[in-house]
Each structure stands twice: as structure tokens, then as C-alpha cells.
DNA sequence: GCTTGACCTTCCAGCTACTGGAACCCGTAG
DNA sequence: CTACGGGTTCCAGTAGCTGGAAGGTCAAGC
């Protein structure tokens, strides 16, 4: 299968799959133009690195998770241990994430957002504390 | 006052402000042995950035800001409107962490995490639905 | 046989926002 | 005089692609 298909098949742009056998994730052979040959098992590959990245799996606990995949003798638990880190990490950045939001929406809320230039959101970047 | 100390007062680190400067957000002057020379009012931008940026604002936002913040002609919706953007931006990326967040902690809800192979995870990942 | 167009190839550059490091200069204290 | 803690520039690297140029391949249509 030509680069195109697997593109297709696998929802990932070419030049990503490109850039993923770089980097030595997935390594389809060449038929004999140089194009690149993708097999059913490459494309299985590829829809499990879509699926993960999606799920917020950085490329490198993508091989992680791909090398585990490919193990028939894989513990379930070595899985798991990914999954909950990346669980823990999600969860600090939507606390994150859920504070800034706080501060912002209570900047704007006490902006006028009028023609006038007097503004505590800018006061607060400022440094001067909003009064209240 | 040299860049060291204008670290120390704005709470970014030196590198990052050559690369400000760099980019064109802040620019000192000069003393004659060639050293970085920050006025009051430089490092009130510095912080200012620095807390922009800590808000989750773009450098190209904080350079917005920045010149809103520079014009004493300066209409506060334009500052508010800019916020509301990133409030809106925050609050999809949080929809979007949760909804990740649900479907991994599922996962990993129903992985024994044992040395046995089965792994609902990977078999997500796979692409074979869950057997419930 | 020739052209057109859609495909494929490689390689180089750019994106965001820094950060690390090398090689070198400046100023002062011992 | 030398050491040391500043400062300077410039180059390269990070993550994860993405765009674009220059060129090879293949099937269809005339």
C-alpha cells in the first residue's frame, strides 16, 4: 500500500507518517520505485499512534506503548502505569489551567470594556492589585 | 541596572530577556562596555510580560498588550477583548482535557495491572472496542 | 509517443518559546 | 596576575510536525 492509502486508512497525514518512520516508529518496506509499502500490520501501527497521540500520549510514550503493543508477553501493569501517569499529568494541567481561568474571568468581568482607556486588566498586568 | 539584575526584579530568567529583546518586546539601552542597561520603566515591561505570559498569553498577545498597555489613549475593550479570546481558548482546552481525562481514567479503570498481557488499553489503542 | 496530473521521493526551512553551551570580553578582589 | 562572577554573541536543540521546492513514477487521454 502506497503512502496515500495508509494516509487514509490510518487518519494521519503523510508527511506525519513520513516524519514518524524519521524517527524510527514505523519502518514500512520500499517496493521497487523507492515508494513506500505499507503492510496491514504498518497500518494497524499507525491507527494505534493516531489513537494514543490523541489521547494526549507524547511520541515518546508512544514507543513505549507501541513496544508494548507489539509484546506478546507484556504486563498489563507496565501499561497501566503509562496511562495513569499521563491521568496524573492531565489532572495537574486542568487544575492549571482551571486557575488561570479563574483569574482571568474575574479580570474581566471587572473590565468596562468601553472607549475609556482605564482598564484592571492591564493595572493587574502591571502590577498594581485591582481594587475591588 | 544590568540584565542580572533585571532578572532578579522581573522574574525571567536572562536568557529569556535577550530573546525578548530579540523579537523586539523590550529594548534597552546600551552602556559604552556593550552590557545591557534596563530603565525602571524596562523592567515594569519585564514584569509585565512575565505576568502576561504566566496568564497563559501568547508572546504575540503579549506584545499586543504590551503597546495597549504603552498607549494612555487606549480603549478598554480592546484589552478586554483580547482576554476574552484566551478565556474562551482556556475554556475549550479544559473541555477538551476532561473529555481526554474520562475516556483514559475508564481505561484504566478496567486494567488489572497485573503481569498478565490482557490490557484493555491496548486493546483501545488497537482499535478493538471495550468489552464492557 | 507525448502530455497532463496525481502521486511519490528527498531535503531544507519554519513554527513556539525558549534553553544550553561554547567562546570570548569586563571589572574587581586578593 | 589571576581567578571569578558578571556580561556578550552566536549556534544548536527541544516537540511534533508542516510547508515548500525540486524532481522521479505511473496511468489515462489524445
Do not use: W
Not at 18 to 34: C, F, K, M, Q
Not at 66 to 78: F, G, H, I, P, V
Request: one cysteine or more.
Amino acid at each position: 500500500m502506497n503512502i496515500g492509502i495508509a494516509s487514509d486508512r490510518s487518519g494521519l497525514p503523510p508527511k506525519t507518517i513520513r516524519y514518524y518512520e524519521d524517527i524510527g516508529l514505523v519502518r514500512p518496506d520500499r517496493t521497487d520505485n523507492g515508494y513506500r509499502d505499507y503492510s496491514v500490520a504498518d497500518i494497524h501501527e499507525l491507527r494505534f499512534l493516531q489513537r494514543a497521540r490523541s489521547l494526549g500520549f507524547s511520541v515518546d510514550e508512544c514507543r513505549q506503548l507501541l513496544s508494548l503493543y507489539q509484546d506478546r508477553n507484556r504486563e498489563s501493569a507496565d501499561v497501566k502505569a503509562i496511562a495513569e501517569a499521563k491521568l496524573a499529568e492531565i489532572d495537574r494541567k486542568i487544575a492549571e489551567l482551571a486557575s488561570l481561568r479563574r483569574l482571568l474571568s474575574h479580570l474581566v468581568e471587572h473590565c468596562q470594556g468601553d472607549d475609556r482607556p482605564d482598564c484592571p486588566i492591564i493595572d493587574e498586568l502591571a502590577g498594581e492589585r485591582m481594587a475591588r
